[in-house]
T-cell receptor, first 111, second 116 residues
Framework: EDKVVQSPLSLVVHEGDTVTLNCSYE??????LLWYKQEKKAPTFLFML????IEKKSGRLSSILDKKELSSILNITATQTGDSAIYLC???????????FGAGTILRVKS | NAGVTQTPKFQVLKTGQSMTLQCAQD?????MYWYRQDPGMGLRLIYY???????DKGEVPNGYNVSRLNKREFSLRLESAAPSQTSVYFC???????????????FGPGTRLTVT
């Protein structure tokens, strides 16, 4: 059974802290891994990672994929209250059209 | 550019009632998806449509039916609602996947459904 596991399930940090969110997967025929941020409504796309070891960066957020370890991390530096959200990890398989999502990490940034 | 739109935003049903959730996208995407999101369980795929004219079951299809009306629209029907179907429902769309291609999915704002 294809599985995506995120950790931690939730965490609370203070503004300015750096956080690392983890995503591990066990799927057949891995193609790509995606990160989404979900605030009050729809998930919004952050990154797509297909190749191992290549960091993707957007402002204070960055992510990297390790295909040997079957995992990815999402880093957020200098956190702000606006970073409070659920962060979702999802995997696309090589064949077919489906995404398999992890349960998400709930991040709360306190001022 | 509206992206992915869903109606209604909220709905309350009694057990046994039926309803259809509507979804439309204006990005000319080939693939469309219906998910449900429950606390602690992430997003689970109910049904998807890889292209106009095709539909396939996802992880949790029981109790639901879908129709890909045309390239833009993909509806989800609950024939006889049950309390276990209380959830937030998201529609999404993407370029065609598969055969070495992978594209991100764009999500609608969601429908919060309560079945009493």
């Amino acid at each position: 059974e294809d599985k995506v596991v995120q950790s931690p399930l939730s965490l609370v940090v203070h503004e300015g802290d750096t956080v690392t969110l983890n995503c591990s997967y066990e799927v057949t025929n891995f193609r790509s891994l995606l990160w989404y941020k979900q605030e009050k409504k729809a998930p919004t796309f952050l990154f797509m990672l297909t190749s191992s070891g290549i960091e993707k960066k957007s402002g204070r957020l960055s992510s990297i994929l390790d295909k040997k370890e079957l995992s990815s991390i999402l880093n957020i530096t200098a956190t702000q209250t606006g970073d409070s959200a659920i962060y979702l990890c999802a995997v696309i398989m090589e064949y077919g059209n489906k995404l398999v999502f992890g349960a998400g990490t709930i991040l709360r940034v306190k001022s | 550019n509206a992206g992915v739109t869903q109606t209604p935003k909220f709905q309350v049903l009694k057990t046994g009632q039926s309803m259809t959730l509507q979804c439309a996208q204006d990005m000319n995407h080939n693939s469309m998806y219906w998910y449900r999101q429950d606390p602690g369980m992430g997003l689970r795929l109910i049904y998807y449509s890889a292209s106009e004219g095709t539909t396939d079951k996802g992880e949790v299809p029981n109790g639901y039916n879908v129709s890909r009306l045309n390239k833009r629209e993909f509806s989800l029907r609950l024939e006889s609602a049950a309390p276990s179907q209380t959830s937030v429902y998201f529609c999404a769309s993407s370029e065609a996947q598969g055969q070495g291609l992978a594209y991100e999915q764009y999500f609608g704002p969601g429908t919060r459904l309560t079945v009493t």
